[in-house]
Each structure stands twice: as C-alpha cells, then as structure tokens.
C-alpha cells in the first residue's frame, strides 16, 4: 500500500547538474562530499597553461641585383637563358617565350599580352608597371621575385610554383593559382576581382590590406594563411 504524503510537505523540484537557469548554470552540491573531512587540507591547484596558436608570416628575400645590361628583347627565344639584364619599354606581346629563364632580371614597362611563357622561370627578378590583358606563364617558377603597380587582367598561373614572391599595389582581374604551389608569398594592397586556389598547397601567404571579390580555396590545402587585414566579398571554401 502507498503512503499517504503529510499535508503540507512538497516535492522537491530536481535540477540538473550544470543545467542553466537564467542563463547561468547552476551546479547541486552532493551533501558530504564536496568539503575535505578535514578541513584544514587544501587541494593544490595549478595554472592552466593554454598553447598560443600564431600564423607565421611569409618571409620575403631581399632582391639585390646587379649591375644591368641594357636589352630590347628582340633576340628572346623559347628556352633563352638570360642574366643580368634590364628590359624597359619592351613589347613582347604574343611572342613564344615558353621555357624561357631569367635570373636577375628587371622589367620595366614591358607588355608581355599573350606571350607564351608556358614553363618559364624567373628568379630574382623586379617587374614594374606591367600592364598586360592577358599574362600566360602556367607551370612556370618563380623565386625571389617582385611584382610592383602591374595591372593585369587574366592572369593564368596554374601549376605554377612560387617561393618568396611579393606582389605590391597591383590590380588583378582573375588570378589562376589552381594546383600550384606557393610558399612565402605577400600580396599587399592589392585589388583582384577573383583569387583562385583551388586546389593549390599554400604555406606562408599573406594578403595585406588587399580587396578580393571571389576567393576560391575548394581543395587547397593551407598553412599559415593570413587573411586578416584584407576584405572578401564571396569565399568558396572546402
């Protein structure tokens, strides 16, 4: 048989450990077991120690070149080797340059629209003022090199590989990165319509004070990217 309940006696309402009330949470004590039987122990704490997480930056080489010799670039060719020299003014548009190298190398002024650079290498090279529609260089290298007020419209990299590039106050219509590899690479107040990297190994990219309209990223795999100081206006992610 059940007990009868004596009058006035309530049922206690339960609550949850760490269930929140108010919007904070609120914890039950167990009788007997939250103090020490002696209450002159104290339980030794230590501080917690939270790992800082930080995005090394890209690390960009010094450019120092040499003493130049003046070229017109009449005499370039598909698999040239060329060193030391300044090219200002030149209109190398629609020209075969595939597999061309150049090391220490300046470019000033210089129209490169539809040239074929497929495989090309430059390293240790400064480029100003290039303004070209169409820049065609897929599966080149590029190493130690500067890119200053360029204004490019289609720019097809892809498959390319990059290490300590720094590209500054340029303004790109499409980029084409996709299943290149970048490391140590400093895009700085810049303005590209659409960055694509999909696909791409990137490690040590940072975009500084740049405007990207579409940053395509699906299947890249990314280390140290910073990203932090520049605007976006659609990301495709992974």
Known sequence: MGHARPRGHR???SHLVGARRGGIPRLRRLPNQDRSRDSRLRARTHPIKVAKTTTRKAVIDRIILPDFVDDDGVL?????AREAERYTGIDLDGRDLNGITF????????????TALRGASFSECIATDLHTPVFSAPRSSWRDVRIEHALLGSVETYEATMRSVHIDGSKLDFVNLRNATLTDVLLSSCIIEELDLGSATVQRLELQNCRIGTFEIGGAQLTDVDLRSSDFSAVHGP
């Open 11 to 13: 049922r206690r309402k």
């Open 76 to 80: 370039l060719r598909s698999g040239d």
């Open 103 to 114: 090391e220490e190398c300046e470019f000033s002024r210089a129209s490169l629209h539809e």
